[in-house]
């Protein structure tokens, strides 16, 4: 029998978007099925970081089977636990087949009172439910020893600057901190600093790929629309273009750093090197820009099951056209942000 040839290292950048992270199970699902890639570290935020820990998790208990297991698992007790929370679709949202939540009166409620209070005017801060989801559903101490390394970014409330965790490093405060929007929670504090969302800083964060790992192939999975069609009218429409721009700022530069080192990196600079051999992809799709921001707070089960589906299409979509392109070349063009700089 001929010998199987090796499997491709890859990397993997998750970003954060709320419930809109099924997406990246969906993806993350239909990757795992491809025997012929190994992948060798992974760089989340937010919901990015969550999957992120929950799939490598996984994957050090039963590889990749338990990856897809550990995965379907965490994001069924994400939709049981919001079976219970207020912020529930109206009977008009359902009956008319939406997934937002704009029309439900506690998601109203909520939207105007996080404009005027903050987490700190109520007594304890909203607690997140997250919190023992997460420690049901991975083992940190068998996390630390992971052999798939784990980039997690959290951003530092009092220097701005993104801190990235890694596997020894990771427990449930780490994952909050992520994912800790600073208008619904209190910020987590880790070794004596508060840290916000890491989108904010980082979404995610691509230097530890490009610094401490071998492959040259990174598939981005994105959830943040870079470009919308159109100028938004609403108020709400207008805060969430802003949150996008801002979530996506951080990334769009680190590509264009890659863009330029391409074009100036010397031969004997062996890490500028690296950093110009590396391949990006990017698996999206055009359904996350037609969904609402509210709805990334939408955690019903047929929700998440159908952003899973449309994820598991993606990533399909995705193989089939450029599935031999990993290992060859970039399928992302990523020098086309350098025009007009």
């Known amino acids: ?28 699902d239909r990757l795992l099925e491809e025997h012929r890639f190994t992948i060798e570290a992974i760089s989340g935020t937010s919901a990015g970081a969550m999957n992120a820990a929950v799939m490598a998790d996984g994957h050090a208990r039963a590889g990749n089977e338990g990856a897809r297991e550990e995965l379907e698992a965490f994001w069924r007790r994400v939709s049981r636990a919001a079976a219970f929370s207020p912020l529930q679709r109206s009977p008009l949202d359902r ?21 005027v209070f903050s987490p700190y005017d109520l007594a304890v801060g909203m607690p997140n439910p997250l919190a023992k989801i997460l420690s ?82 990174t598939i981005l999975v994105a959830i943040n ?22 979530f996506n700022a951080v990334l769009l530069k680190e590509l264009r750093m890659m863009a330029l080192l391409r074009r100036v990196a010397a031969a004997d600079d062996a890490e500028v090197a690296h950093w110009s051999r590396m391949r990006v992809h990017m698996i999206h799709s055009d359904m996350l820009v037609e969904l609402g921001a509210s709805s990334k707070l939408n955690a019903e089960w047929a929700f998440l099951s159908l952003l899973r589906d449309e994820g598991r299409r993606a990533a399909d979509a995705f193989l089939a056209a450029h599935g031999g392109d990993i290992g060859r070349r970039s399928t992302l063009d990523i020098d086309r942000l350098l025009e007009g700089v």
């Not at 009956?95 to 404009?115: C, E, I, N, T």
């Not at 629309?225 to 801002?246: H, Q, Y």
Request: proline letters at 8%.
């Open 225 to 246: 629309p870079v470009k919308r069609p159109g100028v938004p009218r609403t108020a709400r429409d207008i805060l969430n273009r802003l949150n996008e721009v801002s």
């Open 1 to 28: 029998m001929p010998a199987e040839p090796p499997s491709q290292l890859i990397d993997l950048a998750l970003q954060g978007g709320g419930s809109h992270g099924a997406f990246t199970w969906g993806v993350l």
């Open 95 to 115: 009956l008319l087949g939406r997934w937002s939540l704009d029309h439900s009166p506690a998601y109203v409620a909520f939207d105007m009172m996080a404009r």
């Open 136 to 217: 049901e559903s991975i083992d940190f101490a068998r996390l630390a020893a992971a052999p798939t390394k784990l980039f997690i970014t959290a951003t530092n409330v009092r220097t701005g600057r993104p801190r990235v965790f890694r596997n020894a490093e990771l427990s449930p405060d780490v994952l909050l901190a992520s994912a800790c929007l600073p208008s619904m929670f209190q910020a987590v504090e880790i070794d004596g600093e508060a840290y916000w969302d890491g989108g904010y800083s980082g979404n995610p964060t691509m230097t530890p790929l490009m610094q401490e790992c071998v492959s040259n192939d």
